[in-house]
Structures are given as structure tokens and as C-alpha cells.
């Protein structure tokens, strides 16, 4: 079983779509079972096809909800994912298969869009490796739960930016294994406008450049050349 978690915030008809969009592409393409859960930040929106949803009103933390929406479930494997996604036949034999043939602690998938502009095919290869935005995808991502577990969950100092970037410190930092299945195919269909524009102009600042600041604090790195803090 693979338990799907989804951040949303649906302030418009239009989010509200692309987070619909993303279940139907994971219904409609799966080939093994999978449990849906989505974290909505607008009261009373609702959703065809998610087996369980969980309204939440907290300030915005992307890493915190998603281990909200985690806990008790069965699933052994953990898929974290935006709402803006579109989950292509074949994404979960694909990413289980590797996972297992491969002995990953954490997998991704290849994306269209970003993986394209990186010149890499989606040949069914997997590339083990670490990098953000390359083989590893924030915008969407499975962990074994016992991983999930023994790492704590994910770092809920990071709101939104940087919440990838500390997944994989987590992960490094406790001998983990991380691979790309490039024959599991999953498009990042926005490119994560789409969450920033569901944010106020104060929420956006917060939870981009003041992450990148902590995060080079917390786990001593310089992202973007903005010094260790």
C-alpha cells in the first residue's frame, strides 16, 4: 500500500482543480493500491476520490502537514506530494519495482518538464544520487514508513523552500539510499508557482528566502551563495 499525501490550499476555484487533477491522474493511473490523503487549508472545500481529508488552519509549514497526514496510516511506503501533479500509467509498479530491486530507502520520480531541461530520459534507468531538484524531487517524493519513522518525520523547521533540501540531510545524515526511477513518471505541472500564489506577500517571504537563511544555519550549507548564517 502507498499512502499519498497532498498539500492544498484551495483559495480559488482554480487550486481547487489542480489539486482535484492530481487525484484523478493517481486514480486513474494506479496499478497497486493507494490511500489518499488530502491537507486542505480552506475549510469546506471537498474533493471526488481522496479517501480521507484533513482540514488544518495553522500557519503555513509544508513539512508539518505533510507528517500530519502521514500519521495513522498502514501504507509501508509514503508518498509526498504538491497538488499540482499528474501521475502518469505505470508511476507506482515503477517506483516499487525500484525501490526494491535497487534496496531504496527513498525514491522519485522522473518529471517531464524539469528532467527534460536537464537533458535526462525516462529510459526506466535509476539514477542513485542525491541532488536537488535532480534525482531527488521535492515536489513529490516516497519514503518507507519505517524511514519516515526512524528519521523523526520531516524537519518541520522548514515552511515550504528548504523543506527538500532538509529531507535529504535527514536522509544523508542517516545512511540512507536515494534513487530517480526515470520509468516512473510523475510532471510537476506548475513548477511551484502555484502553492507561492495561494500565499500573502509577508507568508511568501517567510517561506522562501528566510528558509534558505535557516537552513544554512541548521545543517551549516551556503544555498545560493547566502553564507552559513
Known amino acids: 500500500m502507498i499512502d499519498v499525501i497532498i498539500l492544498s490550499k484551495a ?7 489542480f489539486t482535484q487533477s492530481t487525484i484523478d491522474t493517481i486514480n486513474g493511473t494506479k ?11 480552506m475549510d469546506g472545500v471537498g474533493y471526488i476520490g481522496a479517501d480521507s481529508l484533513m482540514y488544518i488552519e495553522k500557519p503555513f509549514n509544508y513539512n508539518h502537514f505533510m507528517n500530519l497526514g502521514a500519521k495513522g496510516k498502514d501504507g509501508d511506503v509514503v508518498c509526498f506530494a504538491n497538488n499540482d ?12 519495482e ?14 517531464q518538464y524539469t528532467h527534460k531541461l536537464q537533458r535526462w530520459s525516462s529510459t526506466g534507468i535509476v539514477r542513485i544520487g542525491w541532488g536537488v531538484r535532480g534525482e531527488f524531487t521535492g515536489w513529490c517524493f516516497f519514503m518507507k514508513r519505517k524511514v519516515w ?9 522548514f515552511e515550504f523552500w528548504c523543506a527538500d533540501d ?16 526515470t520509468g516512473a513518471i510523475i510532471n510537476h505541472v506548475s513548477g511551484g508557482q502555484h ?30 551563495g547566502m553564507g552559513k548564517g
Open 11 to 17: 483559495v480559488t476555484a482554480v487550486h481547487q482543480a
Open 31 to 41: 496499478q497497486t493500491p493507494v490511500n489518499i490523503t488530502v491537507i486542505e487549508g
Open 85 to 96: 501533479l499528474e501521475f502518469k500509467t505505470g508511476w507506482d509498479v515503477a517506483i516499487l
Open 98 to 111: 525500484a525501490m526494491e530491486k535497487h534496496n531504496l530507502d527513498s525514491c522519485s520520480a522522473y518529471c
Open 149 to 157: 519513522e526512524a528519521i523523526g518525520g520531516l524537519d518541520e523547521d
Open 166 to 181: 532538509a529531507t535529504v540531510e535527514q536522509l544523508q545524515r542517516g545512511g540512507y539510499k536515494h534513487g530517480l526511477a
Open 195 to 224: 502553492t507561492l500564489n495561494t500565499l500573502t506577500r509577508d507568508e511568501k517571504e517567510q517561506a522562501t528566502f528566510c528558509q534558505i537563511v535557516k537552513f544554512n544555519r541548521k545543517y551549516d550549507r551556503n544555498v545560493w
